[in-house]
């Protein structure tokens, strides 16, 4: 199964701030890299998808980049529903894997 | 709007079997697949499997084989999951996603259900 390394697995920072998440895979995966919100007691949404593409919606302040084994999400400046949970996930090949997530708390 | 409602939360004994409904809404439902992923409590992400609603076809991960079931029911635009001789770490919130394996490059889980807690309690 393809590893999913994900950090930090914390992270507090403040609104407005800008934050960085990496993910890497433990062998290559091309593009096949996607980014997640999980807030509790909503459903998860999808962010970024294909590594770098804004799902329709999504607010421009999230952006993705990388390619083969390093990724990296970007939320450009924190807003009050950011403060969530974030996960990677590969789906280049089956077992989808998952990154073990960030955590995102306010400072 | 697409939508994906799961089932109520349920309590199991061990040894028991689960059946968690998603009922689906706002798009052609066999076009597309639907991928089921759970969360223990405290732990992380984890792929059950993936159903395509336009042929029935099924992947699981290796560790659910043969104690899972995903059908769909197209009449009713809605996918289940079933899972067999339930232990107590299965205890989880699983969640079903719209997958877009085979629809569209690179594939995502583009929108997802708000989950179904399940615990496994003697």
């Known amino acids: 199964d393809i590893q999913m390394t994900q950090s930090p697995s914390t992270l507090s920072a403040s609104l407005g701030d800008r934050v960085t998440i990496t993910c890497r895979a433990s062998q290559a995966i091309r593009s096949h890299l996607n980014w997640y919100r999980f807030k509790a007691g909503k459903a998860p949404e999808l962010l970024i998808y294909g590594a770098s593409y804004l799902k329709s919606g999504v607010p421009s302040r999230f952006s993705g980049s990388g390619s083969g084994t390093d990724f990296t999400l970007t939320i450009s400046s924190l807003q009050p529903e950011d403060f969530a949970t974030y996960y990677c996930h590969q789906s280049y090949i089956t077992p989808h894997t998952f990154g073990q997530g960030t955590r995102l708390g306010i400072k | 709007q697409v939508q994906l409602v799961q089932s109520g939360a349920e309590v199991k004994k061990p040894g028991a079997s689960v059946k968690v409904s998603c009922k689906t809404s706002?798009?052609?439902?066999?076009?597309?697949?639907v991928s089921w992923v759970r969360q223990a409590p405290g732990q992380g992400l984890e792929w059950v499997g993936w159903i395509s609603a336009a042929d029935g076809n099924t992947k699981f991960a290796e560790k659910f084989q043969g104690r899972v079931t995903m059908t769909t029911d197209t009449s009713t635009s809605t996918a289940y999951m079933e899972l067999r001789s339930l232990r107590f770490d299965d205890s989880a919130m699983y969640y079903c996603?719209?997958?877009?394996?085979?629809?569209?490059?690179?594939?995502?889980?583009?929108?997802w259900g708000r989950g179904t807690l399940i615990t496994v309690s003697s």
């Open positions: 706002g798009y052609s439902f066999n076009i597309f697949g």
């Open positions: 996603a719209r997958d877009l394996e085979g629809v569209a490059a690179p594939p995502s889980f583009d929108y």
